[in-house]
């Protein structure tokens, strides 16, 4: 029987590097080294975690929203990130991870995610600015993942940023006349965006 030599450790490595330098993506049957799985596994699992916990800012404010119009907003963002977590931790699920694990390290605080869901949102005015700059720069920042190395992901992304472009328009629904009534009531309570 002969070996081919990318069928050695180092013709795999070598054959890993060379996908990566050509900037072709790197799929779940593919030989991927140790230190790339872990890393990859690492990021998609605290993107995947900011997208869930990204949830609770809008869905806090959904019972307590002003409209029914905007309730339906805030439920589609909640729906919405809800399905980026899980196409995020199917990602994670081609690398061997186990959703319930990954989620279990995030409920137990072994793993991060975006720290920006920390802040309070007070009013519902809050709830459209904070939403509002963070899918803004979710977008800015989410785009060149598309191009990941690891294919499952970057094909996530590519889903993800077309789902998040289409909705940006509604995204902004919270924002726009969150402060209603005459200018004497926005002064006893202005809109943050002010």
Not at 115 to 136: E, H, K, M, Q, R
Not at 178 to 186: D, F, I, Q
Request: proline share 7%; charged share 25%; glycine share 8%.
């Amino acid at each position: 029987m002969t070996t081919l030599a990318h069928d050695t450790p180092a013709g795999l490595e070598d054959h890993f590097d060379e996908t990566i330098a050509r900037e072709r993506r790197i799929e779940p049957r593919d030989w991927m080294p140790d230190d790339y799985r872990a890393t990859m596994t690492r990021q998609i699992a605290q993107h995947a975690h900011s997208e869930i916990i990204g949830m609770q800012p809008e869905g806090n404010w959904i019972t307590r929203a002003p409209s029914l119009r905007r309730k339906a907003v805030l439920i589609a963002k909640v729906q919405d990130e809800a399905g980026h977590g899980m196409y995020v931790y199917s990602a994670a699920e081609t690398l061997g991870a186990d959703r319930a694990d990954l989620t279990g390290k995030l409920i137990g605080g072994r793993q991060k995610y975006s720290s920006i869901f920390n802040y309070p949102a007070l009013t519902y005015a809050d709830v459209g600015v904070i939403g509002w700059l963070v899918d803004g720069a979710a977008i800015c920042n989410q785009v060149p993942l598309c191009r990941s190395s690891y294919g499952p992901y970057g094909r996530a992304m590519v889903r993800i940023c077309k789902e998040e472009s289409l909705l940006q328009a509604d995204r902004n629904g919270p924002l726009p006349g969150s402060v209603p009534g005459s200018r004497s009531r926005r002064k006893i309570r202005p809109c943050p965006a002010d």
